[in-house]
DNA sequence: TTGTACGCGTTATCAA
DNA sequence: TTGATAACGCGTACAA
């Protein structure tokens, strides 16, 4: 077994020839001979030869690697998106390097800033919290500036030079709505985030579009906003408090619609307190289509985010974007991904 | 805005200095006059200067990133670990590349083949379901020999030259199986994997000897063996068929440790289906501490793998294997990283 | 105090 | 048909 990893340099002198020569021979040139060229690749599979990567970036300036950054990895939509990252930059002969910011706008920062440095050829990100509410941007429009292309998916910032890939919150949630509605419900109640949170304001302008659209009035007894930092599990039994109130104060609802899945989780585990049985006394559709949902009990009816495609279609507008000759053409696009309602058993089945 | 890109050579020419002067002023050498250098640094400055990390990688042959490569994203333990690996790297000074092998033998042969071609100094890995039945490590063991280390971490594979990290699975198993006998258990049912998954067979070895220690008999229907190609959410209603088959013929059980999470959340739903209360009429505990424990109703006491300190150790023994100079010293550890129980409904309060 | 030359591994171009 | 050279960007030993 040969210990020393073979480079062009020792094949081409352990068999006497010019390092061009071997590597023409590796390419099957056919300015070389066909015996040289046997030969060559002989040796070359003998010691197992494979071209080195970095050399090759540096020849390229291309190092065919796609850096990630995200705020958080454990956590289910998160790796759904690079899941999908994966598969479509690998199917094209790409790597995935995965930064982590925890939501701190420094981690972003230093990442990008290492990261930026020659190690990949663009970013596939969404934004810190802190990063957001601290609206300082330059971060990202400097390495546009250095001409690193950046993809940003569900958290993004508007008036940024690049593609986007999100989901239209508020459609989601019309939907959600109406399906609550469709399937009977009379009082549908909502359990969403303040309003400086993104995704909770435009889920909450869903529902109140929804059940404008039908004509219904909107109780404010039926909205509850959800003071919560992270939707993390830890607060949980501080949300629990939180959302039986709320419950006990609208004793008419028959149909809720939670913005993500704790939320979800809460109010179902709030109504059986209360005696309430799902979903014939109360139906529950929630959103992300996570572990949590499929094992809910009973299983939760969510809409689903579709974290996969976007992570696909993500590295599919870098990947486009990197490979394309011009890099003049700065028509950035925002790619709305669509959602669906996972049925489960947390509505009523329509006819 | 500068577009182009600052190299040492591109400042060197602005400034008409040459290349090394530039390289030197930049790393403040004491070689070059005071002037000289204020003037470079005020340039690189401006002009947003990075050192080239590829330029550097392909110089010092090291490119200081990890190479991670795991069966599956889309898994809180697997995401734990990660975010353990990353959290040691980054701070010193290491970036982290992520391959999934999707638990095919292939995937993860393509992904060892290009990460190993220069792109990563080493890997820390778990090793795919299928490379185990397999068992073919050819592609291990070459890596190794070309001089990139491996740890291997929870899959591992005992006879590889190469740090380990692991949980003492039997004693994890020892441990959740006392305690349900603690707890009152008469009859402590197993639901493992069948016995070529390591994990299953440790697990379920350790469900053996905790038996036999307490002078209990082991009753082969209290012991259920499933055939599950990968622990995902998706082939749940084939598993849960499975699990009902195996409770109802050993209607004596009050007590069932699971060797994961989907396991023991498909053993309550189907004991639940039986009419049996949990944790009255039967305890549980699950193995590996996810989401899906937390939020099981009731809330799944499980052994938790500690992902976090395992993805952390694995770090440091890379890299510390890494910088160590004397590439002779082949003195390969095994770390065993402690579990401990986390106490929630499904099992008695001990007093 | 500054500059030249070299090497990391590869490929493209041009010369032999 | 093969070989020499340059270049990608960097740092450093050595020469000026």
């Known amino acids: 077994m040969p210990k020393q990893k073979a480079t062009l340099k020792i094949i081409a002198k352990e068999l006497d020839v010019s390092v061009s020569t071997v590597s023409k021979a590796l390419r099957d040139s056919k300015e070389i001979g066909k015996e040289t060229k046997e030969k060559v690749k002989a040796f070359a599979k003998l010691y197992n030869y494979r071209p080195n990567n970095i050399a090759l970036s540096l020849k390229n300036r291309k190092t065919k690697t796609l850096g990630v950054i995200i705020p958080e990895i454990v956590h289910h939509f998160f790796t759904t998106v690079i899941s999908g990252i994966e598969s479509y930059a690998n199917s094209q002969g790409y790597n995935v390097i995965v930064g982590l910011s925890n939501e701190s706008f420094n981690k972003e920062v230093i990442n990008l800033d290492t990261l930026a ?20 941007f330059h971060h990202l429009s400097e390495t546009i500036d250095q001409g690193i292309p950046i993809v940003m998916f569900d958290r993004v910032i508007d008036d940024l030079g690049c593609d986007k890939v999100i989901v239209d919150d508020v459609v989601a949630a019309e939907k959600a709505v109406n399906r609550l509605i469709d399937g009977g419900c009379k009082s549908v109640g909502l359990i969403s985030t ?10 909450t302008k869903g529902y109140e579009k929804a059940l404008k659209d ?9 909205v509850c906003k959800l003071e919560d930092k992270s939707v993390s599990l830890d607060n949980f039994d501080y949300l629990e408090l939180q959302v039986e109130e709320f419950l006990s104060t609208a004793e008419d609802i028959d149909g809720i619609f939670a913005v993500n899945e704790i939320y979800a989780l809460t109010a179902m585990k709030a109504a059986r307190k209360m005696g309430k049985n799902i979903p014939d006394d109360i139906q529950v559709i929630g959103f992300t289509d996570g572990v949590l949902s499929k094992h809910a009990h009973p299983p939760l009816t969510t809409v689903d985010q579709n974290g996969f495609e976007i992570g696909k279609i993500s590295a599919k507008l870098l990947i486009e974007r990197l490979e394309l000759e011009s890099e003049e053409e700065e028509n950035y696009k925002t790619v709305v991904v669509d959602t669906k309602i996972i ?8 006819k």
Not at 194 to 203: A, E, Q, S, T
Not at 214 to 220: D, L, S, T, V
Not at 343 to 350: D, G, I, P, S, V
């Open 117 to 136: 440095n020659g190690s990949i050829d663009g970013f596939i990100m969404s934004v810190a919290k802190e990063t957001l509410s601290k609206k300082d």
């Open 214 to 222: 039908k004509g219904i009035h909107i109780n404010e007894k039926h």
């Open 194 to 203: 303040k309003d400086y949170v993104n995704v909770g304001r435009l889920r």
């Open 343 to 350: 049925e489960r058993e947390t509505t009523f089945k329509l």
